[in-house]
């Protein structure tokens, strides 16, 4: 069973599911030097793991659609106003711009690459540095909009 076969019977079971795009050089990369998507089944609490040579960018983003709904990157972020996250989406458009390597993450409070428990966090790597906003309640605005800058055609 590939990524996406997994989440989508993850979906129709009812399960809580969220996914990982972790790039080769990622933090919470255990292959380093692979690309890798990782599915964490909290129904279940399972981590299933699967590695790539190539970017499975595609399939990511795929993923994405299947957790968020299929409309999530046309919709309009409504932003929360945090600030630690207006400093993290600068330096990752910096990034883009330059041409610069970036990832980033959204670590739900039951996530297990997750050290602020019971908040929701986004975390930028990008140009030698590690940016957090943390969350207590919804992040979703904020991560569409960063979302959408990553998913856009550069
Ligand atoms: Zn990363
Ligand atoms: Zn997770």
């Given at each position: ?97 330059e ?46 909009e960063?979302?959408?800058?990553f998913?856009?055609?550069?």
């Open positions: 069973m590939d990524a996406l076969q997994l989440a989508e019977k993850l979906k129709q079971g009812g399960s809580v599911w969220h996914f990982h795009f972790l790039d080769k050089d990622c933090k919470f990369n255990p292959k380093r030097g692979k690309f890798a998507l990782i599915i964490e089944d909290k129904t279940g609490n399972k981590k299933t793991e699967f590695f790539f040579d190539a970017s499975p960018l595609e399939t990511s983003q795929k993923l994405a659609q299947l957790l968020y709904g299929t409309g999530f990157l046309g919709a309009k972020p409504q932003r929360t106003g945090n600030k630690d996250f207006e400093n993290l989406l600068a330096l990752a458009s910096k990034c883009k711009k041409g610069k390597h970036w990832c980033y993450h959204h670590l739900v409070p039951s996530c297990a690459f997750n050290s602020h428990k019971g908040m929701c966090v986004i975390l930028l790597e990008a140009d030698g540095q590690i940016l957090e906003a943390i969350y207590n309640s919804n992040s979703m605005g904020d991560l569409t960063l979302e959408k800058l998913y856009s055609s550069k």
